[in-house]
């Protein structure tokens, strides 16, 4: 069954490091997004992503995030100099469709500890 | 403010105890209501989309409801094997999807 698929599963940093996260999302999909779930919290929105461009971000998604598709199969986060309050899980999801039929399926995260 | 809220925060119910999870909403122009479930350390695993009121979904012991205000997640007989975080999420305009805090189920044997 398609998954999508990230890495690192776990990565430590130290405060003001640039951290990228990587995501295959599955093959046939259209629509990316990332999302992030701190400790004990929602999952929330960060961005989504369509065509090669952003789509909607949320206002977690400042200046120091940004995404790419750098070529047909990964989707990246880039978090330039990262704060302690990143630390959470970030989820990257796909989905075929928006709308009818726009489930997202998720992979299985990439916990980030910034110390 | 749209706002999407889960109860109750945790059930722990007895292997074959049967009951409902329920995601209230207030939001406008919703365009779809999704149940996922989500283990510790995991990603959330997709379950139901639900779209319009009166449409109900089920998949072996879980069944979704959906009204004009609320979504009840009914659990069937449930096993050890139940036992996980459920989330519901609401789908607005276009691609941005709003979690609820969860349900964490806890069955017993």
């Known amino acids: 069954e398609p998954e999508v698929t990230q890495t690192p599963s776990h990565q430590v940093t130290q405060m003001g490091q640039e951290v990228i996260l990587r995501c295959v999302p599955i093959?046939?999909?259209?629509?990316f997004y990332w999302y992030r779930q701190i400790l004990g919290q929602k999952v929330e929105f960060l961005v989504s992503?369509?065509?090669?461009?952003?789509?909607?971000k949320s206002e977690i998604f400042d200046d120091q995030f940004s995404v790419e598709r750098p070529d047909g199969s990964n989707f990246t986060l880039k978090i330039r100099s990262t704060k302690l309050e990143d630390s959470a899980m970030y989820f990257c999801?796909?989905?075929?469709?928006?709308?009818?039929?726009?489930?997202?399926?998720f992979g299985e995260g990439s916990r980030l500890t910034v110390l | 403010e749209d706002q999407v809220t889960q109860s109750p925060e945790a059930l722990r119910l007895q292997e074959g105890e049967s009951s409902s999870l329920n995601c209230s909403y207030t939001?406008?122009?919703?365009?779809?209501l999704f149940w996922y479930r989500q283990d510790p350390g995991k990603g959330p695993e997709f379950l139901f989309t639900?779209?319009?009121a009166g449409e109900e979904k089920e998949k072996e012991r879980l069944k979704a409801t959906l009204t004009k205000k609320e979504s009840f997640l009914h659990i069937t007989a449930p096993k050890p094997e139940d036992s996980a975080t459920y989330l519901c999420?609401?789908?607005?305009?276009?691609?941005?999807?709003?979690f609820g805090s969860g349900t964490k189920l806890n069955v017993k044997p």
């Open positions: 999801a796909s989905s075929l469709l928006t709308g009818g039929g726009g489930e997202l399926f």
């Open positions: 093959s046939n999909h259209l629509y």
């Open positions: 992503f369509y065509n090669n461009e952003i789509s909607e």
């Open positions: 939001v406008s122009g919703l365009r779809g």
């Open positions: 639900l779209y319009s």
């Open positions: 999420a609401v789908q607005l305009n276009f691609n941005k999807f709003y």
